[in-house]
């Protein structure tokens, strides 16, 4: 009777359309100073990104969730770049690179005060190459005054500019509609290569925690290397790498391999590269150097690959350098810090000797399995049943709020959808998360719950 009035595959359905699956990817990319922050600040709504006059700040987040007209996407935002270290024409070349890599289209930001300079056409170059769709954004027109330094930027090439102002507002609703006609309807790396084809991973983790040395053992000299984005990228992206019999497409070799000898910049440049490789990934292996206190750029990285939806794997490296008091710290550290991913298969490695590294594989697919696991609609309603007989949701203000119906509406993560007669308070959802891992295992990956009210 629960049941009454729905039917679970419309709404499975319903939130396929409403984007709970992968979406699509915009970088924002220019030179700095043109107003990218302003833009994407203006763009989610929020004051999320730091928008500093000061040119070069490292920022932390680099990827934000979006809606327009009811469509989701993710922008990413590549205004921390570090020019300073880089210099200005790299810094922002390595951002077209990024958004070529990594982005499903661009918004390319030019200030039209000051008109397209050298570093300005240099990009366009870039981007034409790359063919992916480009959308420029006319930036600083305040008022009607300015629209003649938009059309000035015809020259630029790319078609149509839009004159916006980002700091108020002026011509953004244009410029997302152009946007999101420029997005594909969901991101074409992922669903292009969901379905067979070698599973993909990211390895990732912070500087010198030993990736590049995981990598060598792993790869050993069984590695093939693949250009996937033929004739835009000078350097191999990803490899195939045999590994227990199976082969793996691992994620932005490249970017591993590549030292980047960058001091203050290299903690932003590094955190754009794993969200874009996390961004291409099924399931990301984390790398934490297990001979060092965890520290908070290890969260960072570990939090940004949940919030990706990725299956994770947690493998403490240099573990041959580890007594027994570190080991026991370690222990503790885990217990305290990692409570968030609790859930995630875990593997004591050494790249150096090799330890262990034959316990990756199981992980991976463990990891993979659980990202994958579907609970039919009768067998978690009858579990739901079960939790919510044995444990009702407390009594608030004289109502007893009730879960009538449970789906679940996707995979790669597993993402449910109570319908329930009340609000459900944060403890008890938290409640029916555990013991939803506690019955159908998920080992290995973030799940989403959430909840609807049914009036
Ligand atoms: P980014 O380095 O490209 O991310 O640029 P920011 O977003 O940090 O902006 C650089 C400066 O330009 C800041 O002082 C902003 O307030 C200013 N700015 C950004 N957009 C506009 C705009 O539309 N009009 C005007 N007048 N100033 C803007
Ligand atoms: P990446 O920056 O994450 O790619 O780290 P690297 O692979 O370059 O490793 C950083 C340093 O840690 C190098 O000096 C490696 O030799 C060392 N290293 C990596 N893995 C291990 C390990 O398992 N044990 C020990 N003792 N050292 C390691």
New binding site residues.
């Given amino acids: 009777a629960a049941e009454e009035g729905f039917d679970p595959e419309e709404v499975a359905g319903d939130l396929a359309a409403a984007g709970h699956g992968p979406l699509p990817v915009l970088a ?1 990319v ?12 203006r763009i989610i709504g929020r004051r999320e ?1 730091v ?3 000061r ?1 070069g ?1 490292t920022r932390d987040r680099v990827t934000y969730e979006a809606t327009w007209n009811g469509r989701r996407f993710k922008l990413v ?1 590549t ?2 770049w570090e020019q300073d270290v880089l210099g200005i024409d790299a810094s922002v070349a390595a951002q077209a690179e990024y958004a070529i890599e990594a982005a499903d289209a661009v918004v390319f ?1 030019v ?1 039209s ?1 000051v008109g397209a300079t050298d570093t300005d056409e240099a990009v366009v170059r870039l981007l034409r190459k790359a063919g992916k769709p480009v959308v420029l954004a006319a ?4 008022g009607p005054s300015g629209e003649a330094d938009a059309t000035a930027l015809w020259n630029l090439g790319l078609g149509e500019p839009y004159p ?5 507002g ?1 011509g953004t609703g244009d410029l997302l509609d152009a946007i999101l006609e420029a997005l594909p309807e969901a991101p074409a790396q992922t669903f292009g290569e969901a379905v067979g084809g070698p599973r993909r991973v990211a390895l990732i983790g912070r500087p010198n925690v030993g990736k590049s040395s995981l990598l060598n053992k792993v790869a050993g000299s069984e590695r093939v290397v693949v250009n996937e984005i033929a004739g835009t990228t000078r350097d191999p992206v990803d490899e195939l790498i045999e590994l227990g019999g199976i082969t793996w497409k691992f994620i932005d070799t490249a970017g591993i391999r590549r030292r980047v000898h960058l001091q203050e910049g290299a903690d932003y440049y590094a955190s754009l590269r794993t969200a874009a490789a996390l961004e291409k990934a099924e399931v990301a292996v984390i790398l934490i150097d297990g001979s060092e206190t965890i520290s908070v750029q290890d969260l960072r990285i570990i939090t940004m690959a949940v919030e990706a939806g990725r299956a994770v794997v947690i493998a403490y490296n240099k573990w041959d350098q580890l007594d027994e008091e570190r080991r026991y710290y370690l222990e503790r550290e885990i217990e305290q810090d990692l409570v968030q991913v609790q859930w995630a298969p875990r593997v004591n490695v050494s790249a150096l000797t090799g330890r262990h590294m034959e316990k990756l594989v199981p992980a991976i697919e463990a990891a993979l399995a659980g990202w994958e696991t579907r609970v039919p609609t009768g067998r978690l309603n009858a579990f739901l049943g079960e939790i919510v007989a044995a444990h009702p949701h407390p009594v608030r203000g004289g109502k007893q709020p009730r879960i009538l119906f449970g789906t679940q509406a996707g995979t790669r993560p597993p993402r449910f959808v109570l319908f329930a007669s009340g609000f459900l308070e944060a403890g008890y959802r938290r409640f029916i998360e555990r013991r939803l891992r506690e019955e159908f295992g998920f080992a290995g990956t973030p799940i989403q719950v959430s909840v609807r009210v049914r009036e």
């Fill in positions: 924002v220019g030179r700095p100073n043109v107003g990218k922050s302003t833009l994407v600040n990104a928008v500093e006059d040119p700040v935002d205004g921390g930001v200030d005060t930036n600083k027109v305040d916006v102002s980002s700091l108020h002026r």
